[in-house]
């Protein structure tokens, strides 16, 4: 088990990721994000999470930078947009996030969302597509690894059909309340690491009576139990904070171990939590355009 947060996991290539990231979804640019990246750095994490929809890369870079901290002891990682699929735009894209990050590299690139059946007939063709561009930058040395967000089983079968290089890595949302405990099984069997967006569950997890209790029984906040529970679960959580001493607090998670008796009633607590993102009912289409190019 974890016992600080450079321990790591070993993706499917060899390449190592620490157990915990610092996540920056809803971070605002400016000095809010490079400030926040700079604390968590300061603190001890090594593992940096942003995409290009955030729209903080630059910051997120310019903290990595003023930190001090060599680039070669962080894992980055950003996250591909949907309006950038298909082949030609997706290898534009790496160079854009690469210069807006001010990094020569990659530890790990992300496709953000799947395209799905509701949004395009020729789904299967654009993440292929997608794919491939990914595929080109990861054999070219500008990434060291490669993953997915949000895809499912069906969306990684049809993957497999074409893909030369598996995605290592899928990040889906994962917190008590919605830890998606079958898609956590497929990804492990298939050999993919799990990483959880969300581990605090939109922030509606902390109000929670059963998590209360549990966090009452070990001195912790809610917060720390939900980070522990995804790590006793073999999930690397991305928990967020734009706090000096939230960030701070949400790396205490190396001094206990919840029981099984816990993890159970965490396991089996009632649904709540859920950001209302589903992929196949392609939420990143609806709600901000898609791109489907295939070349």
């Known amino acids: 088990m974890f016992n600080k947060p450079t321990d790591t996991l070993t993706l499917s290539n060899g390449v190592k990721i620490p157990c915990l990231g610092y996540g920056t979804w809803q971070t605002p640019a400016g000095g809010v994000a490079c400030e926040g990246v700079k604390t968590a750095l300061k603190c001890g994490y090594r593992h940096i999470d942003t995409?290009?929809?955030?729209g903080n890369e630059e910051d997120v870079g310019k903290g990595i930078k003023e930190s001090g901290v060599p680039r070669e002891e962080i894992f980055l990682t950003t996250k591909h947009w949907i309006t950038e699929r298909g082949y030609t735009k997706t290898i534009a894209t790496v160079e854009d996030s690469l210069k807006n990050l001010g990094v020569d590299y990659l530890d790990l690139y992300l496709v953000h969302w799947p395209c799905v059946a509701k949004s395009n007939p020729k789904w299967k063709e654009i993440n292929a597509a997608t794919w491939r561009g990914f595929?080109?930058?990861?054999?070219?040395?500008?990434i060291r690894a490669i993953g997915v967000s949000n895809y499912l089983p069906e969306q990684l079968d049809a993957l497999f059909e074409t893909?030369?290089?598996?995605?290592?890595?899928?990040?889906?949302?994962?917190?008590?309340?919605?830890?998606?405990?079958?898609?956590v099984r497929w990804c492990k069997a298939h050999n993919m690491v799990v990483e959880a967006w969300s581990p605090l569950g939109c922030g509606a997890v902390l109000s929670d009576p059963t998590l209360a209790k549990i966090a009452a029984k070990y001195g912790k906040s809610i917060a720390q139990v939900c980070i522990r529970f995804a790590l006793q679960y073999g999930v690397v959580p991305m928990p967020k904070s734009t706090h000096a001493d939230r960030i701070a607090d949400n790396m205490k998670v190396f001094d206990f171990d919840l029981s099984d008796d816990d993890m159970?009633?965490?396991m089996t607590m009632p649904p709540v939590g859920?950001?209302?993102?589903?992929?196949?009912?392609?939420?990143?289409d609806t709600l901000f355009g898609g791109g489907y190019d295939i070349d």
């Open 51 to 54: 995409a290009n929809a955030y």
């Open 135 to 142: 595929e080109k930058m990861y054999k070219d040395g500008k």
């Open 163 to 183: 893909a030369e290089i598996k995605p290592m890595v899928n990040q889906i949302e994962f917190h008590p309340g919605y830890y998606q405990p079958e898609l």
């Open 264 to 266: 159970t009633a965490i």
């Open 274 to 284: 859920y950001s209302t993102y589903h992929p196949t009912e392609a939420p990143a």
